[in-house]
């Protein structure tokens, strides 16, 4: 199976980041020679000509809702990134539920344009469109992550390490988080509850999201929607997990703790991801079958 939608986000995305702020300005490109984010879309959809007249309208509707929506976002995930020792307890918690609320907020416009677009074109271009946005969302929010003042103090499980097995993960988000020895108990027995429950839901490196990621035009339309639907489930699920376990940590430790944790777990559920798709078998097939 191809996967070349994927491929072309990731490699504009490195494009992006890469690019040197005195390239000439395109057509499509900012004055760093950066391409915006519909050039992005365009390359990486590659909408054929006999739903360009269709698809674009619907495309523009969508963005300019989301685009009223970013600014927000980008603030309240560059406070979680930021959280430190110093962070008042009630107001991190604040902040790691109101990212939460925007998680639900995003995939609930996802799923209002993703049935927009599949009715008007088809199934394949709205899981087309879906896989895309989700790329790029979590591009954006690894960026927020990384760039982050004192997002280093997570490492190694901060900076595209994925971090897969319990045994290894108990040992670093205990040390990332800083937990006293008086509270690792309570910590890792509320911890060893959300992992069996992650593993359950998304598998230990976030697996059950390679079900979604394969190239529409082998699916049909039909199915293409199924999965579509089935996708933004899968992702409303784990985020209720972390909502779940915001308030779980926050009980058993403190809310600020519990802030912090899932700051970490988001970011290591994005760059999980990531990694996931763009290494994933190009044989294996969306239904699991060879």
């Known amino acids: 199976m191809k996967r070349c939608f994927t491929s072309v986000v990731i490699l504009l995305y490195s494009f992006c980041s890469n690019a040197q702020t005195d390239a000439q300005p395109q057509d499509g490109y900012g ?14 959809m590659q909408i054929d000509k006999w739903h360009e007249d269709s698809f674009w309208p619907a495309y523009e509707k969508y963005e300019n809702k989301d685009e009223k929506a970013i600014p927000f976002r980008i603030k309240q995930l560059e406070r979680l990134a930021c959280l430190d020792d110093k962070a008042d307890a009630l107001e991190a918690f604040d902040v790691a539920l109101s990212v939460i609320i925007d998680r639900y907020d995003q995939i609930n416009l996802w799923k209002q344009h993703f049935t927009e677009i599949a009715a008007s074109n088809n199934g394949a271009i709205g899981l087309k469109f879906l896989q895309t946005e989700t790329l790029l969302a979590m591009m954006d929010q690894a960026g927020i992550y990384e760039g982050a003042a004192g997002f280093a103090r997570y490492k ?4 595209g390490g994925v971090i897969v097995g319990r045994d290894r993960r108990r040992e670093l988000v205990t040390s990332a988080l800083i937990i006293d020895q008086d509270a690792k108990a309570v910590f890792l027995e509320v911890f060893d ?17 390679d079900l979604y990621v394969g190239d529409p035009a082998d699916f049909t339309p039909a199915f293409s929607k199924r999965l579509g639907r089935d996708f933004m489930e899968v992702m409303n699920r784990e ?3 972390k909502e779940k ?16 944790f899932i700051a970490l777990e988001d970011y290591q559920s994005i760059v999980a991801k990531m990694y996931l ?6 044989e294996f097939m969306a239904d699991g079958s060879r």
């Not at 050039?39 to 990486?44: A, D, G, H, Q």
């Not at 798709?277 to 190009?282: F, I, P, Q, V």
Request: no cysteine.
């Open 156 to 159: 190694p499980i901060s900076y």
């Open 31 to 44: 004055d760093s020679g950066v391409p915006d984010r519909i050039t992005l879309v365009k390359n990486s």
């Open 277 to 282: 798709w763009s290494t994933a078998d190009d």
């Open 245 to 260: 376990y915001l308030a779980e940590m926050a009980r058993a430790l403190d809310p600020a703790t519990a802030a912090k």
């Open 239 to 241: 985020v209720k997990l």
């Open 193 to 209: 509850k959300y992992e069996t429950e992650r593993i359950d839901l998304l598998g230990d490196d976030y697996s059950v999201y």
